[in-house]
């Protein structure tokens, strides 16, 4: 059973830099379906980005599309989200998923991972 735990939130200026970091256990052996997704407060849970760990191939929302960039490293088994030029909007708690049901090809939703970490908070504010 895949576990999940996030680390790297806090608070940050606009215009600032923070990246998340996702441990996933046990390491991923094959091509599998991560992601990123965020809840703001009093909002629904939305996809922030998905990777595929077998070809690299990745997925944006269009809000994050060339400031935030998802990366997967297997000798540390670790999944990032580099985010940069931070926004107020981008305030929420951000959690990583595995396990995906389907292709991994569009953003999908939050039905359609199985497996969650426990979030971290990234709160950008002035």
């Known amino acids: 059973q895949v576990q999940l735990e996030e680390s790297g939130g806090g608070s940050i200026q606009p215009g600032g830099s923070m990246k998340l970091s996702c441990k996933i256990s046990?390491?991923?052996?094959?091509?599998?379906?991560l992601a990123w997704f965020r809840q703001a407060p009093g909002k629904e849970r939305e996809v922030v980005s998905i990777i595929y760990t077998g070809t690299g191939y990745t997925n944006y929302l269009d809000s994050v599309m060339g400031r935030f960039a998802i990366s997967h490293d297997y000798a540390s088994n670790r999944m990032y989200l580099q985010m940069n030029h931070l926004k107020p909007e981008d305030t929420g708690i951000y959690y990583c998923?595995?396990?995906?049901?389907?292709?991994?090809?569009?953003?999908?939703?939050?039905?359609?991972?199985?497996?969650w970490g426990q979030g971290t908070q990234v709160t950008v504010s002035s």
């Open positions: 046990p390491s991923t052996t094959s091509g599998t379906c």
């Open positions: 998923a595995a396990d995906r049901i389907g292709a991994c090809l569009d953003l999908g939703s939050p039905a359609d991972f199985a497996r």
